[in-house]
């Protein structure tokens, strides 16, 4: 397995994507044990009567959710619950009486649903989709009839998502400077490779990012041209799109653009079709296994160097020291892998952007996608970590050589979408 099918795929890349996801509840691990605990007591008290598991696992999910600032706003569920139960019918596409999964990505992904409606099909698909509150079998109208606290719940996801769409609604694709390195993040998605690449690029030549997505204003459709010669066309972005948590549009929408042509793009490398009934921003956890994206977002090869982190032979240093000058004097985007790490602040199964080497003081700058801020406790190293401010950092190279897993750089051989070989 590659490095970057790895990424994003172990326990704590895992558990990082599942507190994302439950942003506005800090205390998902308590939620799930709280949840397991009361569901087994109650299964071998015989208590689950007709409400069936599902929904009472829901239920329970929801009310451990009661500590958190978000759930203690007044959000009053009554228009949540309104939206949902008037446009019932019509996102119940197979007319089983319950909404499923996907009958939330096919509403989603459909321009007509706007407003609040787009903003209950959010939450609905949030609660359908997340790790811990995943339902497989949907939920059904008596679910959305009685549970005041649990309403209240959904109802403050509900509003979240109206200001999402209120915010992002009407943004053009790029603001007037264009592409800024600092301008966007990792949000929702697993997708830190992604990220990474798409920042090492705009770090040395933020044109290359802009030049990638062509979008008419008024069209139905946008297309995102990768350097490496694949084209992807697909529906602009919709209102229950907007209303999803996703990449930071505050430099733009393009970054959003950006996630949803690379999960069509996942889903025509890999099943060679679109499938309407998946969300294609659903698919982006997690890399292609035969692409490397990094030769994507540029269209040219990348040589990949092992480091102590990989089961390969590690690099020498000076010829990771003539490595990174060479992609520094290129102007060539470089990215950075860890695996795992016990270095604090710095996150495992991970993607970074290598932004600068400084080959004077033997220091490499890197940025986490996360754009996280960290501050050590005790002087800056391997043993407690290296001040981190908006994600960006800078450590010795012979700590980075030991603590991350490789280290990919541009080279000037073209590499087109049409060949798959990942192993340079």
């Known amino acids: 397995m590659s490095t970057e099918s790895f990424l994003c795929q172990g326990k704590s890349e895992n558990d990082r994507v599942i507190a994302l996801q439950f942003h506005a509840f800090p205390n998902w691990r308590k939620i799930r044990s709280i949840g397991n605990v009361v569901l087994h007591k109650m299964r071998k008290a ?30 009053n569920p009554d228009r949540f619950v309104v939206t949902v139960l008037t446009n019932f019918s019509a996102w119940d596409v197979n007319g089983n009486g319950r909404l499923e999964a996907v009958e939330m990505n096919q509403a989603l992904q459909n321009p007509s649903v706007k407003g ?25 109208r008596e679910f959305f009839q009685g549970h005041e606290t649990a309403m209240k ?25 264009g592409p800024a390195l600092f301008g966007f993040k990792q949000s929702y998605h697993g997708d830190c490779y992604l990220i990474a690449a798409v920042a090492a690029v705009a770090a040395r030549d933020p044109k290359r990012i802009s030049g990638m997505i ?24 919709t209102e229950g799109e907007l209303a999803m948590p996703g990449a930071s549009a505050d430099n733009g929408l393009w970054l959003r653009m950006l996630e949803k042509g690379w999960g069509v793009r996942k889903m025509l490398r890999m099943e060679g079709k679109i499938n309407s009934e998946i969300d294609p921003c659903d698919v982006i956890d997690g890399p292609i296994p035969h692409d490397i994206t990094l030769e994507a977002m540029t269209g040219h090869r990348a ?19 003539a490595a990174l000058q060479r992609g520094m004097a290129g102007r060539h985007p470089m990215t950075a892998d860890v695996v795992e790490s016990s270095v604090p602040g710095i996150v495992e199964h991970h993607a970074y952007a ?48 030991t ?22």
């Open 46 to 75: 015989h208590h689950l009567l007709s409400f069936g598991v599902e929904n009472l696992r829901l239920l329970v999910l929801l009310l451990a959710m009661g500590s958190t600032a978000e759930a203690q706003t007044n959000s």
């Open 116 to 140: 609040d409606a787009a903003a209950a099909v959010a939450t609905l698909k949030w609660l359908l989709d997340s790790p811990q509150g995943r339902l497989s079998h949907g939920v059904g």
């Open 153 to 177: 719940k959904l109802a403050s996801i509900f509003k979240a998502s109206q200001k999402r769409i209120e915010e992002t609604k009407g943004q053009p694709v790029f603001l007037a400077e």
């Open 214 to 237: 062509e979008a008419v204003a008024g069209a139905t459709n946008f297309s995102v041209r990768f350097p490496d010669g694949l084209v992807v066309t697909t529906p602009v972005l």
């Open 303 to 321: 040589m990949r160097y092992d480091l102590g982190g990989s089961d390969g032979k590690v690099t020498a240093l000076n010829e990771l020291r």
């Open 354 to 401: 290598v932004l600068d080497y400084d080959t004077t003081a033997d220091v490499i700058s890197l940025w986490n996608p996360l754009a996280i801020d960290f501050m050590p406790e005790g002087a800056e190293g391997r043993k407690n970590g290296y001040k981190t401010v908006g994600g960006k950092f800078v450590m010795p190279l012979v700590d980075f050589r």
């Open 403 to 424: 603590v991350f897993e490789d280290l990919k750089v541009e080279t000037t051989q073209t590499k087109s979408a049409e060949d798959k070989t990942w192993i340079h």
